[in-house]
């Protein structure tokens, strides 16, 4: 059996990662968190935080490391500080480390830098991708766009879901044509088995559905899945999309021709959605809301 170390574990892409190779007969997963929600079975709980180790994990060797809460430089020090043995390393990065001004569609190869729409998340994302290079130069490093799918505690489809439930019209960002790209969580799973099972020459991937969605017809999507009537509102107004809507006002797309290369099919977003809302209408308590649709009822519903 593989021994595999996964940080985190009890959260969305964490516990995705966790839950899938739990489920494998050749993986023996521990999970490194510090044991504030419940845990899944079948892991091997180490209960600490990865800023302060110290030497909860000397005498242990990992088969693999999948690094899925590494958000800093000082994260990636701090676990590879206290890792005393391992093989291979994956760990899950950002679309977000890409300039906005860069160009279209990103491949691995293209510069990265300040995003003004991710801000210190994605600058944070670029020293931690650095800190990882420079001292493991043969880890594994995966870009993701938007991911999505089961456990998914940030408000995003599930805010689509909740207008679709409520039968609200949708207040769509200008015309609703901004692109959007996503990836399933549980997709993400399947590439780092085949990594790990491939070890292949190329070390930074974009990972992602090779096709990008208009926000109106991933809207439109959601109501399917919901089974609702959809109505549109456009909010041709110049105020911060933020306020109504679960995606900044920004368009990009990545190349993911390398990913498409190891994995050759990927979950249809219908079907991933479909999941996505099976889960979340049984478990709205685990997504942190925010306050769309007040805001909307606020400025233009309550007039």
């Known amino acids: 059996m593989k021994k595999v170390l996964v940080t985190g574990g009890t959260v969305f892409v964490s516990k995705t990662v966790a839950e899938y190779f739990a489920a494998k007969e050749e993986y023996d997963v521990y999970v490194l968190n510090r044991d504030t929600k419940k845990q899944l079975e079948n892991v091997t709980l180490i209960c600490k935080d990865r800023n302060d180790l110290r030497d909860s994990l000397k005498g242990k060797h990992f088969d693999v490391v999948l690094d899925v809460t590494a958000y800093t430089k000082q994260d990636i020090s701090d676990l590879l500080d206290g890792l005393e043995s391992f093989d291979e390393y994956i760990m899950v990065s950002s679309s977000a480390v890409y300039p906005d001004t860069g160009k279209q569609p990103f491949k691995e190869e293209e510069p990265i830098g300040a995003n003004q729409y991710w801000g210190t998340y994605g600058t ?78 190329q070390r930074i991937f974009n990972v992602g559905n ?94």
């Open 124 to 201: 944070d994302k670029i020293e931690a991708e650095q800190e990882l290079q420079r001292r493991v130069p043969r880890a594994y490093i995966l870009r993701p766009p938007y991911l999505y799918g089961k456990y998914n505690n940030v408000y995003r489809e599930a805010f689509i879901f909740d207008c679709a439930m409520q039968n609200r019209p949708f207040y769509l960002p200008k015309n609703g044509e901004m692109k959007m790209q996503f990836f399933l969580a549980k997709d993400l799973c399947r590439l780092m088995e085949v990594i790990i099972n491939e070890k292949p020459q």
């Open 210 to 303: 090779k096709e990008a969605i208009s926000v109106k017809d991933w809207v439109a999507l959601c109501y399917e899945i919901v089974g609702a009537k959809l109505e549109t509102v456009s909010v041709m107004e110049d105020i911060w999309q933020r306020e109504y809507f679960c995606f900044a006002d920004y368009e990009y797309y990545l190349d993911v021709t390398k990913q498409n290369e190891l994995l050759k099919d990927v979950a249809p977003l219908k079907e991933g959605l479909q999941q996505a809302f099976e889960w979340y209408r049984n478990n709205q308590q685990d997504v942190g809301k925010r306050g769309y649709i007040d805001n909307i009822k606020q400025r233009w519903e309550n007039k």
